[in-house]
Nanobody, 116 residues
């Protein structure tokens, strides 16, 4: 069983920055990737970024490329999402997720990001 706890959300003006953190605890071995998705009211869930355990390759949605950066501290079992040049349309609840080699997926409780 794994637990994911996000932090770092909040309110910021357009053009500003926020850094989200996601700390994983419990059964954190055999992970395939960790990342972030977001859910805004009335919009479909969107995969934002991911970082793969093997090799550290990253994925970004087109909507955030060049503005968001994800990184991982394996020793701390923590994944980060640095969000720069934030736009109003980035407003959403951001969830951390982990995908295990088995295909099992777990996610955190989410953290609100509001850009005005």
């Amino acid at each position: 069983h794994v637990q994911l706890v996000e932090s770092g959300g909040g309110s910021v003006q357009a053009g500003g920055s926020l850094r989200l953190s996601c700390a994983a605890s419990g059964a954190t071995y055999n992970t395939h990737c960790m990342g972030w998705f977001r859910q805004a009211p009335g919009k479909e869930r969107e995969g934002v970024a991911a970082i793969y355990t093997g090799g550290g390759a990253t994925y970004y949605a087109d909507s955030v490329k060049g503005r968001f950066t994800t990184s991982r501290d394996n020793a701390m079992n923590t994944v980060y999402l640095q969000m720069n040049s934030l736009k109003v349309e980035d407003t959403a609840v951001y969830y951390c997720f982990v995908i295990f080699d088995s295909g099992y997926v777990s996610r955190g409780q989410g953290t609100q990001v509001t850009v005005s």
